[in-house]
């Protein structure tokens, strides 16, 4: 990959807990598709960052990222998936005996 480093700004979505979109700070949002925008939501920016490699994300390989960015003009970071017995905690009345 020829470009091995940018300087990357990391978008929240406030309609998809746990999402988030990468782009090249210098293009911003530009190169991102309306209906992505849409889908998102009104992005919320959470921080600007230099991006190389090797360097660590929590979610994300770091050249995953930057191969999106260089080939689409963003990377979209999806939500951890859920396993379905967590979401029966959420389902599940909790009535406390104390």
């Known amino acids: 990959m020829s470009q091995s480093r940018i300087i ?46 090797d360097k660590q994300l929590s979610r994300a390989k770091a050249q995953d990222v930057l191969s999106g960015i260089k080939d689409k003009g963003y990377y979209l970071q999806m939500p951890p998936v859920r396993e379905e017995y967590m979401l029966d905690l959420y389902k599940t009345p909790v009535n406390p005996t104390y």
């Open 8 to 53: 990357c700004s990391i978008y929240r979505s406030k309609k998809k807990d746990e999402m988030y979109l990468y782009v090249d700070k210098a293009k911003a949002l530009s190169m991102v598709p309306e209906t992505l925008i849409k889908m998102f939501g009104k992005p919320e920016h959470r921080m600007d960052m230099l991006l190389t490699a």
